[in-house]
């Protein structure tokens, strides 16, 4: 039998720069990942973290990290063709089933796109999956965007709003994402749509409650909820939120569960 804990040794395919403190790495690896899930990511005698998975392909993942801890610190040293060790996937992603065939809208907030990334490219892959995509992905300044290649091919495949929370740039809003919700056309999907937010938790928080104001029912929207997971397979107990164990039961909630998990 697998050991689910065992880490193995991946090479590094390559690295890429995404902004000031993201970087995005692809490994080489055969496992096969669900839109949303994440990966353990380790180096020996350092330590380990829970990193989701941003895009995949025949045969490799990419992560998109950020630098800010002693493990991230090292990973951030690797180049192509050196060893990470990964053990996974693990979680619950995205509902896909539950998003077929909907009007799909999806809430970003700064490095919060990179686990609903690799559910969009299929969607802009498969423009058959959902009847449409509206995309809100905010970022604090420009210095922080995230995969800019991708959301300018998302212009021609989504309805999208790009937005700086306080900055200008050409082409792009500024406020929070809370601001636009109400700019999608809720009154023209006649009930069938679903919502994916993910971002850092104030962010989702007041836009799910902005989601309410604008009458969406809370049982069609799902949130990333990432927070403290730490062994992966629900035995440490650090991500654990009274009988919840994020690693497992999450990190994708319903927002009927994830609105009640503070710590």
């Known amino acids: ?43 020996p005698k350092i330590g380990e973290c829970p990193i989701s998975v941003s895009a995949q392909g025949e045969g490799w993942l990419e992560f998109t990290i950020r630098n800010v801890g002693k493990v991230t610190n090292v990973i951030f040293e ?35 796109l990179a686990p609903v990334r690799s559910l969009l490219n299929m969607c802009c892959a498969q423009p058959d999956f959902a009847v449409d995509v509206h995309l809100i992905s905010g970022f604090k300044n420009e210095e922080g965007i995230v995969f800019q290649k991708e959301l300018e091919q998302w212009k021609d495949a989504f309805h999208t709003i790009y937005t700086l929370d306080n900055d200008t740039k050409e082409g792009w809003r500024t406020g929070m994402v ?74 994708v909630f319903p927002y009927v569960v994830a609105r009640d998990l503070v710590d």
């Open 1 to 43: 039998m697998m050991n689910p804990v065992q880490p193995k040794p991946c090479t590094i395919l390559d690295v890429h720069k995404e902004s000031a403190h993201e970087w995005t790495f692809r490994v080489a690896t055969d496992a096969k990942v669900a839109h949303g899930q994440f990966m353990q990511l380790s180096i």
């Open 78 to 112: 690797k180049t192509a063709g050196d060893t990470l060790f990964l053990r996974g996937p693990y979680g619950k992603g995205w509902p896909t089933d539950a998003f077929a065939g909907k009007h799909l809208v999806v809430i970003t907030g700064g490095t919060g």
């Open 178 to 251: 809370t601001a636009f919700v109400k700019e999608i056309p809720w009154d023209s999907f006649e009930d069938n749509y679903a919502v994916a937010v993910v971002g850092p938790p104030p962010m989702m928080k007041f836009t799910g409650l902005e989601l309410l104001k604008n009458g969406m029912d809370s049982e069609k929207i799902w949130m990333s909820f990432e927070r403290k997971m730490s062994c992966a397979v629900g035995k440490c107990g650090h991500c654990r939120i009274d009988e919840t164990y994020v690693c497992l039961d999450g990190p």
